[in-house]
């Protein structure tokens, strides 16, 4: 008589267990992250050869107003005087620091916050990569994009583009199209003192005018003429007009 074998049935592979909800939005997350970080990196590196189009900045500005004062100039068409009298201006140890000028911030703090510490880097990361407020996202967001600038962009390149996109006045974005509105010249032909105007409205420009300063703007002009004068001697504009 014949015995019969009988099969076992094969078990049955268990489905893959998907991994818990919070671990595949850690994983969402970081990817975001890695993306945002990867396109930022690709601006930082593009913009170093290319101009910026425009800014978030000049962007509302033109909703609100209609239409801005903007006309890119190359660094061969600024008046050299205006470069300093800005970095005189705004960041007297421009040439100095890595894009954070820690004598500044610790000044800053000991005067309890009533005076700016940021420099020139700062402001063109803030301008041409972000948005303006006080948010500890885009101060975070700053922090980390700033030495990216400085490492990839030549102190050049980092004065000619905040030059270009720097507000003068209401609706008058960069040097050029401020030379042109308020002394009827262009940037190339900037005196010391009109170029020294223009960087004294620089903190406040919606409130200051260059081509009829009141007494703090004509003050605070005169001190930008001796400081232009006072890095030029020093060396502190080497880094960028050499």
């Avoid at 008046?79 to 040439?95: G, K, L, S, Y």
């Avoid at 940021?118 to 301008?127: G, P, R």
């Avoid at 960069?174 to 509105?181: N, Y």
């Avoid at 003050?219 to 020093?234: H, L, M, P, S």
Wanted: with cysteine; aromatic share 8%.
């Amino acid at each position: 008589m014949a015995l019969k074998t009988t099969r076992k049935a094969a078990p049955t592979k268990a489905a893959p267990e998907r991994p818990p909800l919070l671990a595949r939005l850690r994983r969402w997350l970081a990817r975001g992250l890695l993306a945002l970080a990867g396109l930022f990196a690709a601006f930082v590196v593009l913009f170093a050869l290319v101009n910026p189009p425009t800014t978030i900045t000049i962007l509302g500005e033109r909703l609100r107003l209609g239409e801005v004062q903007r006309e890119w100039v190359g660094w061969d068409r600024i008046a050299p005087v205006m470069a300093r009298a800005a970095v005189a201006a705004e960041d007297a140890n421009f040439c100095l620091h890595w894009g954070f000028d820690m004598a500044a911030i610790r000044a800053a703090v000991d005067g309890g916050g009533r005076r700016g510490a940021s420099t020139i880097s700062q402001q063109v990361v803030k301008n041409v990569f972000l948005w303006q407020g006080r948010s500890w996202t885009r101060k975070a967001l700053e922090a980390m994009l700033t030495p990216a600038v400085e490492l990839v962009w030549t102190k050049r390149r980092i004065l000619e583009v905040y030059l270009n996109i720097a507000e003068f006045g209401e609706g008058v974005f960069g040097v050029q199209a401020a030379a042109q509105r308020f002394f009827g010249v262009d940037a190339a032909a900037l005196t010391p003192v009109q170029a020294a105007r223009l960087a004294a409205v620089l903190p406040d420009p919606k409130r200051r005018d260059p081509a009829a300063p009141g007494p703090f703007v004509r003050k605070r002009a005169a001190q930008v003429v001796a400081g232009a004068e006072t890095i030029a001697v020093d060396g502190r504009a080497a880094c960028f007009e050499e």
